[in-house]
């Protein structure tokens, strides 16, 4: 196997890697890799950190191995390599009635990410995380496979799912797709006036899908402000959705500037109506709204971006008031702040998802955006929550074990099956993971 050495970075652009990176495309090739040079795996590097990354060592480019492997129309279970998008899976499926059960924010998101990370989508108060609609995982440690599911293998199985790819190479799995009206959906969008009305909101939607976009600029009286989007399948013709544009070079500092974000958050929060509107879309622009915009990280400049994503519990959702206003007083925030209701679901060890609220936002990487940061991961952890760690590139080795209890547990298993650290990434070597065994 050819190893090429690649200088890459993960969505944020913040942090960098150079590693000799192989790119298989058939199982028997990433096994000749494996038991050649045993290395973690990543796919479309949408995880925006340093999770993908292995400074000086060796990884392996998942995304040739995409092949969809079989589907049974009986119990909506669909066989998938790793590298393999969610986004083409729902255009593909869709039609015929299926989609994934749980989907992130884009569409270029791998099945082998979605499972690294035990993603969530804007149904997770309903359906829990991605890695609870999966039936089984291959796994190849040292090139050889093993398969593991929620009952055969179930410790592994439950290292895998969000284990940011410490268990091996996730070559393939079966996941449990559900059943969908179609290919459109409906969309109700709101506006919501402030913080407390929001919580309200998001407490007592119905609906099936549920996101909030928060203008974080907003203070005083408004602070919280935004725009409530609900959602339900359907069907009927509506118009294909458009074809992406992309950002053909990195954004001047002024363009994210504090005036500049104030102003778009204004004229966006009044985009909808004070009585709301609904409207049919292709399913693609309710779920992956930002895909329309290719390379979208260049807004940030050739800098980049960190995202702050925490989850607090339901007991504790005022410290969210308290985020906002520090937020809003350093006027570093972009005009990307999303907030959603999230149920219990999770499957594995250390999967990010917990009962509460989860705010996420975007700071363009300036001087001051990770000390910002900092207070909020100290905010968030001092109220029992946690940070997601596919976002994170700044979060501190001392809050790993209050934020995630499993730790020891996940640290013991997988220095067992890994006592050499040949899966080892940028991130748990910065969060000492192993250290916790």
């Known amino acids: 196997m050819i190893w090429n050495t690649l200088t890459y970075t993960g969505w944020g652009r913040v942090r960098s890697a150079t590693a000799k990176v192989a790119r298989p495309e058939r199982t028997s090739t990433l096994a000749a890799t494996q038991s050649e040079q045993s290395a973690p795996a990543f796919g479309m590097r949408r995880s925006y950190?340093?999770?993908?990354?292995?400074?000086?060592?060796?990884?392996?480019?998942?995304?040739?191995?995409?092949?969809?492997?079989?589907?049974?129309?009986?119990?909506?279970?669909?066989?998938?390599?790793?590298?393999?998008?969610?986004?083409?899976?729902?255009?593909?499926f869709a039609p015929d009635g299926w989609l994934p059960a749980v989907m992130p924010g884009t569409g270029f998101a791998t099945i082998g990410g979605c499972i690294a990370h035990d993603v969530h989508g804007k149904n997770h108060h309903g359906a829990g995380s991605f890695g609870q609609h999966v039936?089984?995982?291959?796994?190849?440690?040292?090139?050889?496979?093993?398969?593991?599911?929620?009952?055969?293998?179930?410790?592994?199985?439950?290292?895998?799912?969000?284990?940011?790819?410490?268990?091996?190479?996730?070559?393939?799995?079966?996941?449990?797709?559900?059943?969908?009206?179609?290919?459109?959906?409906?969309?109700?969008?709101?506006?919501?006036?402030?913080?407390?009305?929001?919580?309200?909101?998001?407490?007592?939607?119905?609906?099936t899908y549920t996101v909030g976009w928060v203008d974080a600029t907003a203070k005083g009286e408004a602070l919280g402000r935004g725009i409530l989007e609900e959602a339900e399948t359907g069907y009927g013709l509506v118009p294909d959705?458009?074809?992406?544009?992309?950002?053909?070079?990195?954004?001047?500092?002024?363009?994210?500037?504090?005036?500049?974000?104030?102003?778009?958050?204004?004229?966006?929060?009044?985009?909808?109506?004070?009585?709301?509107r609904t409207s049919v879309k292709p399913i693609t622009e309710f779920f992956?709204?930002?895909?329309?915009?290719?390379?979208?990280?260049?807004?940030?400049?050739?800098?980049?971006?960190?995202?702050?994503?925490?989850?607090?519990?339901?007991?504790?959702?005022?410290?969210?008031?308290?985020?906002?206003?520090?937020?809003?007083?350093?006027?570093?925030?972009?005009?990307?702040?999303?907030?959603?209701?999230?149920?219990?679901?999770?499957?594995?060890?250390?999967?990010?998802p917990m009962e509460g609220y989860t705010l996420a936002v975007d700071f363009p990487n300036r001087g001051a955006?990770?000390?910002?940061?900092?207070?909020?991961?100290?905010?968030?952890?001092?109220?029992?929550?946690?940070?997601?760690?596919?976002?994170?590139?700044?979060?501190?080795?001392?809050?790993?074990?209050?934020?995630?209890?499993?730790?020891?547990?996940f640290a013991k298993l997988i220095t067992e099956i890994d006592p050499n650290g040949a899966y080892e990434t940028d991130q748990t070597r910065r969060l000492n993971i192993r250290s916790h065994a």
């Open 49 to 92: 950190g340093d999770s993908c990354l292995n400074d000086g060592g060796h990884a392996v480019d998942m995304t040739r191995m995409d092949r969809l492997l079989g589907f049974d129309p009986e119990t909506g279970i669909l066989e998938v390599e790793a590298g393999a998008r969610i986004g083409d899976i729902a255009r593909r």
């Open 288 to 352: 992956f709204p930002l895909d329309k915009l290719l390379e979208w990280n260049r807004l940030y400049g050739k800098r980049g971006f960190h995202q702050f994503q925490c989850v607090v519990p339901i007991t504790e959702a005022t410290v969210l008031r308290v985020m906002l206003d520090k937020i809003g007083r350093e006027g570093l925030a972009s005009p990307l702040a999303v907030i959603k209701r999230m149920g219990p679901g999770r499957a594995g060890l250390m999967s990010f």
């Open 369 to 409: 955006a990770e000390a910002l940061i900092a207070e909020l991961e100290e905010i968030a952890k001092n109220a029992g929550g946690r940070i997601y760690l596919a976002k994170d590139a700044t979060l501190s080795p001392a809050h790993v074990r209050s934020m995630y209890p499993d730790v020891a547990k």
């Open 241 to 276: 959705a458009k074809r992406a544009k992309s950002v053909p070079f990195n954004a001047p500092k002024w363009a994210l500037s504090n005036p500049v974000v104030r102003l778009f958050n204004a004229s966006y929060f009044r985009r909808v109506p004070e009585d709301g």
């Open 135 to 207: 039936t089984e995982i291959t796994l190849m440690n040292g090139g050889k496979l093993q398969k593991v599911g929620p009952s055969k293998g179930a410790k592994l199985f439950r290292a895998t799912v969000g284990g940011m790819g410490q268990t091996g190479a996730i070559v393939s799995a079966k996941i449990k797709l559900l059943p969908c009206k179609g290919d459109v959906i409906t969309v109700t969008e709101r506006r919501i006036e402030n913080l407390d009305h929001f919580l309200e909101a998001l407490d007592n939607s119905q609906s």
